[in-house]
């Protein structure tokens, strides 16, 4: 990656790809982004929904398929994704290009279902980024050095973020979530919740684990500590309120961290 030029990776999924029409909201914020950012890459999840779809296809053809072809058939959400994402970019007069995890240089362990990323190696994402396209990757999914069609799990597109800023030395990680950030509470049942504007990477995770990873998977929040690469929580759609950003800081913080 050449010196001096910005870098920026961002995460859709879940609210930000729950539905056709929201791809198109989605192509107008990178779009905003690309004044500051000459190099942005997107990781994408599946759309809302799809995936519990084709576990459940699978399980009615196979009550226990085997994890090869379970691999082979989940990966298709993501890939399904990126491909719309391209498409209403391409609509608003973006060139952007798609890639499945493998074609993006995700390597990984062999254990289907729950691979673990053992390197990246982005050659074709930084060839897309060199003609100035915005390059969109499929989360969630790798490949094995045995050349097999891997998912990384729970969590796998947050991971998948992470992993890219680091190989790509990224500035910052952006996830758009529904919540839009890190709250003393459960901000969907207590309406006292106090959205967290700044964390370190390790009082992020220490709520993260205290909360079963509900807004940011602990792998990626590990991944990103060990790098100090910097992660801002963004709300999707987006509203006042600047999210919560995590870098390698020690601030005190103002409130206490997420009890429940």
């Not at 989605?26 to 519990?52: D, F, Q």
């Not at 504007?197 to 940011?216: D, M, P, R, W």
């Amino acid at each position: 990656m050449p010196k001096n030029v910005k870098t920026l990776i961002m995460k859709f999924g879940g609210a930000s790809v729950a539905s056709p029409d929201k791809f198109s909201s989605c192509a107008e914020l990178v779009a905003a982004r690309r004044e500051e950012y000459p190099r942005i890459v997107i990781v994408v999840s599946a759309m809302r929904g799809m995936t519990e779809q084709l576990i459940s296809l699978a399980q009615e053809v196979h009550p226990a398929p085997p994890r090869r072809e379970y691999d082979m058939l989940v990966s298709v959400g993501e890939r399904i994704s990126i491909s719309l994402l391209a498409m209403a970019l391409a609509a608003q007069g973006h060139e952007a290009v798609s890639f499945t995890g493998s074609q993006s240089g995700i390597m990984t362990s062999s254990h289907h279902g729950e691979a673990k990323i053992l390197e990246v190696r982005p050659k074709r994402i930084l060839e897309a980024l060199g003609r100035r396209q915005i390059a969109i990757v499929a989360g969630f999914q790798g490949v094995s050095l045995e050349r097999e069609i891997t998912t990384l799990g729970r969590g796998g597109s947050d991971t998948t973020a992470v992993a890219l800023g680091v190989a790509l030395r990224a500035e910052k990680v952006e996830f758009f979530k529904d919540v839009g950030g890190i709250y003393t509470a459960n901000p969907k049942v207590a309406l006292d919740a106090e959205l967290i504007s700044e964390l370190s990477h390790g009082q992020a995770l220490e709520v993260v684990n205290k909360t079963g990873g509900q807004v940011l998977h602990p792998r990626a929040l590990e991944l990103a500590a060990r790098s100090g690469l910097p992660l801002h929580l963004r709300p999707f759609p987006p509203r006042s309120g600047s999210g919560t950003t995590i870098t390698s800081s020690s601030t005190p913080l103002s409130c206490p961290l997420y009890e429940k």
